[in-house]
Nanobody
Framework: QVQLVESGGGLVQAGGSLRLSCAAS???????MGWFRQAPGKEREFVAAIRWSGDSTRYTDSVKGRFTISRDNAKNTVYLQMNSLGPEDTAVYYCASTSLMIMSTASNAYNYWGQGTQVTVSS
């Protein structure tokens, strides 16, 4: 079992930054971690993923160059640094873990999910 708790969401003006955190507990070894988001009326979409070893990351095209996923294994925490935010980034952001070693973009590849944190970007 893995428990995930996100934090760091909030309201920010366009062009601003936020850093999301995802604290993991339980059996966290060797898991890849991902961030997904879901805007109102839209399907949940992949944002970024990182191997638990931290040696590889993956991003959806719309956030490349603006978002950075990282991890601190000592704290069992994964971060999502979000810069140059725009209204299109408004969504509930979810942290997820997978028992797979690959950084899948498919939500059904992830076994455990956090409760989500709201990010709202005003124009």
């Amino acid at each position: 079992q893995v428990q995930l708790v996100e934090s760091g969401g909030g309201l920010v003006q366009a062009g601003g930054s936020l850093r999301l955190s995802c604290a993991a507990s339980g059996r966290t070894f060797s898991y890849a971690m991902g961030w997904f988001r879901q805007a109102p009326g839209k399907e949940r979409e992949f944002v970024a993923a990182i191997r638990w070893s931290g040696d590889s990351t993956r991003y959806t095209d719309s956030v490349k160059g603006r978002f950075t996923i990282s991890r601190d294994n000592a704290k069992n925490t994964v971060y999502l640094q979000m810069n140059s935010l725009g209204p299109e980034d408004t969504a509930v952001y979810y942290c997820a873990s997978t028992s797979l070693m690959i950084m899948s973009t498919a939500s059904n590849a992830y076994n455990y999910w956090g409760q989500g944190t709201q990010v709202t970007v005003s124009s």
